[in-house]
């Protein structure tokens, strides 16, 4: 597609029930992530993917948050259980493989976010 | 590690004014720093970099940031304010090469007053 799509775009749930997030990164792009961002906090990283696999998946806050990527493009976010910290905009960004190298960088793409409220 | 602040969560400026968005970093390698914008409902777009070179970038919309070493500092400027600029904007910083985590500032929200 010609962006990075999410959805919901928002999700109003209950307490203690279980949400999933879907990303659908940008065609070809192989690196995925996801942030949270929550009032007055700024982005908080979550987690990476390259490809399938999760190098970096040291910013899930709990057991409760998980994450998996298929075939090297949709994504999916779940929170367990969820809890009214959990509220928050989940933002998805997609780029391009990384390149090695001292001072390479790829641009990260950004979805518009899922707004999740949690009552 | 690395961190970023931004100074100032809400920043009004006249139309036709001069924006300055102040951002510090800290990082215990040679940064990359990032200027994005977000606008109401929408995800963050890129509006510059500073990876190497000139420490003087150039990005879309008439913004520029100075990375200034010796201050720790990559303050975003424009020097005329348009309505369409009223968004937040974020810092970030991130090491050099292949996977590096981005860290992002708490933003700052531009009101635009005509």
């Known amino acids: 597609g010609a962006g990075v799509s999410q959805s919901p775009s928002n999700k109003v749930t209950e307490k203690g029930k279980d949400v999933e997030l879907r990303c659908d990164p940008i065609s070809g792009h192989t690196a995925l992530y996801w942030y949270r961002q929550s009032l007055g906090q700024g982005l908080e990283f979550l987690i990476y993917?390259?490809?399938?696999?999760?190098?970096?998946k040291s910013g899930l806050p709990s057991d409760r948050f998980s994450a998996e990527r298929t075939g090297g493009s949709v994504s999916t976010l779940t929170i367990q259980r969820t809890q009214q910290e959990d509220s928050a905009v989940y933002l998805c960004?997609?780029?391009?493989?990384?390149?090695?190298?001292?001072?390479?960088?790829?641009?990260?793409?950004f979805g518009p976010g899922t707004r999740l409220t949690v009552l | 590690a690395q961190s970023v602040t931004q100074l100032g969560s809400h920043v009004s400026v006249s139309e036709g004014a001069l924006v300055l968005l102040r951002c510090n970093y800290s990082s215990s390698v040679p940064p990359y720093l990032f200027w994005y914008v977000q606008y109401p409902n929408q995800g963050l777009q890129l509006l510059l970099k500073?990876?190497?070179?000139?420490?003087l970038v150039k990005g879309i919309n008439g913004f520029e940031a100075e990375f200034k070493k010796s201050e720790t500092s990559f303050h975003l400027t424009k020097p005329s304010a348009h309505m369409s600029d009223a968004a937040e904007y974020f810092c970030a910083v991130s090491g050099a090469g292949g996977y590096q985590k981005v860290t992002f500032g708490t933003g700052t929200k531009l009101q635009v007053i005509p």
């Open positions: 960004a997609s780029s391009l493989p990384l390149a090695g190298g001292r001072r390479s960088y790829n641009e990260q793409f």
């Open positions: 500073y990876t190497t070179g000139a420490t």
């Open positions: 993917f390259q490809g399938n696999s999760a190098p970096d």
